[in-house]
């Protein structure tokens, strides 16, 4: 990711934060509707995993400027992700979700340039989360 890059993703991020509830209700709607087979993998009830959801969104954007220091806490996610029978597959509707809840989140301020920072923001950290979900799975 460029630096110019990642300030677009931060900046929208600071956006999105004031109204993380809503944005965490629609990514999950959103997720729930695209992919309906992954709502398995998640509580009933989903205060608790809206809430990190969030806070863990918020760590990894905060986190983009000093990548080398962020992709342990990420590759860590990976490995828990394993053990929630999360595949390389299930990444796909989750960055869809993401882009569609950032889009309505941000309006107008969704902007091409700032679309293509977040699709690549999450294409660096999934696959650093695919490579560790792996690699547990292959230890296990």
Same mark, same amino acid.
């Given at each position: 990711?460029?630096? &110019? /890059?990642?300030?677009?993703?931060?900046?929208?991020?600071? /956006?999105?934060? #004031?109204?993380?509830?809503?944005?965490?209700?629609?990514?999950? !709607? *959103?997720?729930?509707? $695209?992919?309906?087979?992954? *709502?398995?993998?998640?509580?009933?009830?989903?205060? /608790?995993?809206?809430?990190?959801?969030?806070?863990?969104?918020?760590?990894?954007?905060? !986190?983009?400027?000093? $990548?080398?220091?962020?992709?342990?806490?990420?590759?860590?996610?990976?490995? *828990? &992700?394993?053990?929630?029978?999360? &595949?390389?597959? &299930?990444?796909a #509707?989750?960055?869809?979700?993401? $882009?569609?809840?950032?889009?309505?989140?941000?309006?107008?301020?969704?902007t #091409?340039?700032?679309?293509?920072?977040?699709?690549?923001?999450? !294409?660096?950290?999934?696959?650093?989360?695919?490579?560790?979900?792996?690699?547990? *799975?292959?230890?296990a």
């Amino acid at each position: 990711m460029t630096p &110019h /890059q990642i300030k677009l993703v931060q900046n929208s991020f600071a /956006q999105v934060a #004031p109204i993380s509830t809503i944005a965490a209700d629609l990514f999950y !709607g *959103r997720l729930f509707e $695209i992919a309906p087979s992954v *709502r398995r993998m998640f509580p009933q009830d989903m205060v /608790q995993q809206k809430m990190k959801l969030m806070t863990m969104l918020g760590v990894v954007v905060n !986190g983009l400027t000093k $990548i080398d220091a962020l992709l342990p806490a990420v590759r860590a996610l990976g490995k *828990r &992700h394993a053990g929630y029978d999360v &595949h390389e597959e &299930h990444f796909a #509707p989750v960055g869809s979700a993401l $882009i569609w809840t950032l889009e309505q989140g941000l309006g107008d301020d969704f902007t #091409p340039e700032v679309k293509e920072a977040w699709t690549t923001a999450y !294409g660096v950290l999934s696959s650093v989360m695919i490579e560790a979900m792996d690699e547990e *799975r292959m230890a296990a």
